[in-house]
């Protein structure tokens, strides 16, 4: 009895510590489950960084422009749509135009990117480069999905997939030569975002 | 809609459904700091989206335990469906869920920070030892059904996994106070800070002085006491993909604990010696042959009578102590394939003399546990693990005072006066080994199954196999159908199974002969013996559920759950049985936000318990509560909650006790004064001076008076 439990005990793990090995070499991507969580996660971000941003007296008066590009089967247009809407108590949503095109759409995209925005957000399922993004002359502020974009543009703004968590990478220096003024509270808010120089 | 059931891709809707609606409610509600803390996956454990679980999930945050007025989180379960929550004197509470465990047992599995709390020595748990303070407190899942493909051996009627906050999320100081007309104090202090880049600490202290209650006579029930904590803990981040968490705990709480020892020594009232009464009762009546009170000296004097039976009271008060300590730590990361990964290990310690029976033990216990979990494909998400714990006792056993006469005991035919009421005859050492995988299957993106089990070989439950299937189906974005199955094993306690309890004494009135009689004239014990072959419990559990949001403000939840336990343990009296038991009901539960300033949760819950087809009746078939808040202006709420619980019976030997049903209403106001500091006011239990709700049966001599009271609590945020 105690050798076959000894033996059974060894067989669980010799499973547990081979398949946890094999898994790591094994191919992964993320649920449809977990993506959409993501960018809720994302959009409530997004809606708490637009308070800390001191908007000049011109987007005051005609309103914050925020275009998001890439297709979105996650929701992440709708999430943010509603949580501006929400977070305002249903009426700050007349201070904020959204609108979103999908990778079909950039010719448009660009063309509304090219006459300006606040905000500009890539969906992880965006076609637009490193390259489209530096050809961009319109002041505002990028926002990108992982370090390697974010790495090699001029974007001040990621958001970054570790840990089972979605943190916010942020490059001060790029966000004020990007025109943006950011309130100095969000300094204090060190242990919920990654500041890191380029 | 038939092609998303069947494997095929389906469209899912743009717009957002009623239950992503709430979702983003509720993560706007976040700061930044908890933001980050939000794990995307949640497939270890069940820790997933609320609407998303193919299960009966509550979650209880610190602002639900501080605006219900809660001095303690196991009093915030009371307003959570199926739980069935009592309190016995002013340190003891009693926790139950869907009318599977008696009186006492708390049948499922309780974690804090993964480290399991369920006391092995008598299946219970001690929820003041374990309570830290509210500042810290992440949250508290409680998850009703049986968890045990991943959770294992006793998540049996459910899982309460309590999590804390990181280090990084308390920063600053935290200050919690309250105290209670009945005279009963708590404070907390938290104090968190950065050592360096990446590397948070927080420690803090707890400290809850309980005032005395009355028992239901009006006698003091001599309950007064404390408990006092301190804790710790240190999270520094190793790179961007690994951190490491240690943390530990200190607790200590000196009470007294009674006995009851009025039906204790028992007179025969038939040659037969198959009725009795209480020798105090004998006494009284001038039986004949009733024993000189000089063969019992020790007793204690009597001390008024018991109800409703009429039967003089007799007890005995001991010293309770308890000293518990733990350190755990924590080793997390995540490969650059996304396998996240974890290793847990905790050392504990834990010393307690329950000096009313005599019964002392220290427990060492030593725990390691891997978990991995990653996305496989596009569709899988797998989550799998590994465990070893080891468990060593010192057992001590006492004879109190009362008992030291003069006894013939029968194993060994000879009169003794040092036989302790609790004699433990099991091994001084345990081992468990287990091991537990899990996929979730993503079918399309309305319907998914997780399935997998747990395996576990341990020298208390042998070697079981623990399956479990759930499944969840989005008939429409707005409503989810659920249902489960799993079998879950319940190992018995230490006590159940190994310990030989002495519950009482006969005396034999008849003239001593050396062979026709020779226990004549004498004091016999009398005691049952620990059962070792009590097997494991083992349930079938089915569930079944739907989940609705018809819209953004409004949730409603239906489950219901049919449960077979096979060998299900109960105790006394007199004796552990292994016995078939059922147990059938449901929950339905609602959610409502009546405008932006008035919020409603509700619940009603019936279970019907059935041992070997005898209806059940120490838990209370039908239970309901109604919490409101309402905000009277920006920094002003006023909170009614509504409790009702039906009637039930307190088990005896000799002296059962009917509880009526009782509904409870506490009202509050909460003043938010700026961002940092709340006030609280709150009356408790306003409809009724007072009522019983539940004690340890055969211990306690009868409840205490559970009293209309008003509490004042202050707290500062960091």
């Known amino acids: 009895m105690i050798a076959q439990r000894a033996v059974l005990r060894y067989a669980l793990f010799s499973l547990v510590i081979f398949g946890a090995w094999g898994l790591s070499f094994s191919g992964y991507s993320q649920t449809a489950e977990q993506n959409r969580k993501m960018a809720r996660i994302e959009a409530s971000y997004l809606t708490h960084l637009t308070k800390y941003i001191q908007w000049d007296s011109s987007t005051k008066k005609n309103g914050v422009k925020i275009i998001i ?91 970054q997939y570790s840990q089972n968590r979605v943190r916010l990478l942020i490059d001060r220096k790029l966000l004020n030569q990007g025109g943006i003024r950011v309130s100095s509270k969000l300094a204090n808010l060190r242990n919920a975002v990654s500041f890191v120089d380029k | 809609m038939l092609g998303c059931f069947l494997l095929l891709p389906c469209a899912y809707s743009e717009e957002l459904s009623n239950f992503e609606k709430r979702e983003l409610s509720r993560l706007l509600e976040m700061d930044w700091t908890e933001l980050t803390n939000q794990p995307v996956s949640g497939v270890l454990g069940y820790d997933q989206e609320h609407w998303r679980n193919p299960a009966s999930v509550a ?59 369920l006391q092995p020595m008598g299946g ?30 006793n998540a049996v009627s459910g899982v309460i996994n309590v999590t804390t906050k990181p280090a990084s999320a308390t920063q600053g100081n935290s200050l919690r106070l309250a105290l209670e007309s009945t005279g009963t104090f708590l404070g907390e202090v938290v104090h968190g800070g ?22 239901l006579s009006g006698i003091p029930a001599r309950d007064d006491g404390y408990g006092r904590k301190i804790g710790f803990r240190f999270d520094k981040e190793l790179g961007s993909d690994m951190e490491f968490t240690v943390a530990g705990a ?50 204690p004097n009597l001390s008024g009578t018991v109800q409703p039976s009429g039967v003089p009271r007799i007890v005995n008060y001991e010293e309770l102590p308890q000293d518990a300590g733990h350190v755990r730590a924590r080793l997390a990361g995540v490969t650059n394939n996304e396998l996240e990964w974890a290793v847990d290990t905790y050392a504990e310690k834990y010393k307690t003399n329950l000096g009313h029976v005599g019964h002392k033990w220290d427990r060492d216990e030593y725990n390691l546990e891997f978990r991995g979990n990653r996305p496989l494909g596009d569709r899988n998400h797998i989550a799998f693990g590994l465990g070893y714990r080891y468990m060593e006792f010192d057992v001590t056993e006492t004879t109190t005072s009362p008992w030291r006469f003069s006894t013939l005991n029968p194993q060994t035919g000879l009169p003794s006066s040092d036989i302790p009421i609790l004699q433990y005859n099991g091994p001084d050492s345990f081992e468990r080994f287990s091991a537990f995988f899990q996929n979730t299957y993503e079918v399309n993106e309305d319907f998914f199954i997780s399935f997998g089990s747990k395996f576990e070989d341990g020298d208390l439950s042998g070697t079981t196999v623990q399956p479990g299937i759930r499944a969840s189906y989005s008939v429409n974005p707005d409503n989810l159908l659920w ?26 009135p008849l003239a001593f002969h050396p062979t026709l009689n020779p226990t004549g004239q004498q004091w016999i014990n009398q005691s049952f013996e620990a059962d070792p072959s009590l097997d494991d419990e083992v349930m079938d559990a089915y569930e079944i559920g739907l989940r609705s949001s018809p819209s953004e403000n409004f949730l409603w939840e239906l489950s219901l759950f049919y449960y077979d336990t096979k060998d299900a343990v109960f105790s006394g009296p007199p ?39 005898a209806r059940q009746t120490d838990f209370p078939e039908s239970m309901a509560s109604l919490l409101s808040s309402i905000q009277l202006s920006d920094d002003l709420n006023f909170v009614q909650n509504l409790y009702f619980t039906g009637e039930r019976i307190l088990p005896s030997a000799y002296n059962e006790l009917p ?60």
């Open chain 1, 69 to 159: 590009h890439g297709d979105d089967p996650y929701k992440f247009y709708e999430s943010l749509k509603y949580a501006i809407e929400v977070s305002s108590g249903g009426e700050r949503i007349a201070d904020f135009e959204i609108m979103h095109f999908t990778n079909d759409q950039t010719d448009l995209a660009l063309k509304n990117i090219k006459e300006g925005f606040q905000i500009l957000v890539l969906t992880k399922k965006s076609f637009l480069t490193a390259e489209d993004l530096d050809k961009i002359e319109s002041k505002g502020l990028i926002v990108v999905h992982g370090e390697q974009l974010f790495d090699n543009t001029n974007a001040p703004i990621a958001f």
């Open chain 2, 483 to 508: 249902a489960a199955y799993s079998r879950a094993h319940r190992q018995a306690s230490l006590v159940e199974r190994y310990t030989e309890v002495s519950y009482a004494r006969i005396w034999n």
């Open chain 2, 59 to 117: 979650i209880i945050r610190s602002d639900d335990v501080f605006d219900g007025g809660h001095l303690q989180l196991v009093d915030s379960f009371r307003g959570v469906g199926g739980m069935y929550v009592t309190r016995g004197n002013a340190y003891d509470d009693f926790v139950t869920m869907r009318n599977f465990s008696g009186s006492a047992t708390e049948k499922f599995l309780m974690l804090v920070d993964g480290r399991e709390v």
């Open chain 2, 194 to 215: 950065k050592i360096g880049e990446g590397e948070y600490y927080r420690i803090w202290v707890r400290n809850q002085e309980y005032a005395e209650s009355d028992l």
């Open chain 2, 659 to 718: 509880i009526d049903d009782y509904l409870r209403l506490d009202l509050g106001m909460i003043w938010h004064a700026g961002q940092e500091w709340q006030f609280g006011f709150f009356g408790q239990d306003l409809l009724d001076p007072d009522h019983p709700e539940g004690m340890y049966t055969d211990l306690d001599v009868e409840p205490t008076r559970i009293k209309r009271r008003f509490l004042l609590t202050v707290s500062k945020n960091f």
């Open chain 2, 124 to 153: 219970t748990i001690t929820w003041g030892s374990e309570e830290v303070p509210l500042a810290i407190l992440e949250q508290a899942e409680i998850i009703r059904g049986p968890g045990a493909s991943i959770w294992g051996t």
């Open chain 2, 250 to 299: 200190y607790s200590t709480r000196r009470f007294e604990h009674v006995l009851d020892l009025s039906s204790r020594l028992l007179f025969p009232t038939d040659a037969n010696f198959t009725t009795f009464v209480p020798v105090s009762v004998a006494n009284a009546l001038a039986l004949p042959g009733v024993p000189n009170g000089a063969t019992y000296s020790t007793w």
């Open chain 2, 575 to 613: 004796v552990y049985e292994a016995l078939d038991y059922t147990s059938i009901g449901g929950e339905i539960s609602l959610n409502y936000s009546a405008s932006d300033l008035w919020k409603l949760r509700g619940n009603y819950s019936y279970s019907k318990g059935k041992r070997e087809g």
